[in-house]
């Protein structure tokens, strides 16, 4: 199975950009459609972004659109999330997943193994 370490977190100030990675390991998620959710304290998982295995097709959730960017490395098993423009309401912990069923926008379609890496804005 994948094992997924996010890392790339840290605090920064409003304004700021941080630049998150989520590397796999074990077997290669090059046919994954890959997600970035994140979950504030005393709220729910939300989705970020989600980038189909070709690059492709690419979405985001409103609230990040024009300061997220995310791609990936598939010959790196790597993820990438840069993140401008970032405000403290983007302060949560930060997990990658692969997509394993259902809707590409939601959590659920997701498998989040990883420990997350946390992002503190300060305003």
């Known amino acids: 199975q994948v094992q997924l370490v996010e890392s790339g977190g840290g605090l920064v100030q409003a304004g700021g950009s941080l630049r998150l990675s989520c590397a796999a390991s074990?077997?290669?998620?090059?046919?994954?459609?890959m997600g970035w959710f994140r979950q504030a304290p005393g709220k729910e998982r939300e989705f970020v972004a989600f980038i189909t295995w070709s690059g492709g097709s690419i979405y985001y959730a409103d609230s990040v659109k024009g300061r997220f960017t995310i791609s990936r490395d598939n010959a790196k098993n790597t993820v990438y999330l840069q993140m401008n423009s970032l405000t403290p309401e983007d302060t949560a912990v930060y997990y990658c997943?692969?997509?394993?069923?259902?809707?590409?926008?939601?959590?659920?379609?997701?498998?989040?193994r990883g420990q997350g890496t946390q992002v503190t804005v300060s305003s």
């Open positions: 074990g077997r290669t998620f090059n046919r994954n459609t």
């Open positions: 997943g692969l997509h394993v069923r259902g809707t590409y926008d939601t959590p659920s379609g997701y498998d989040c």
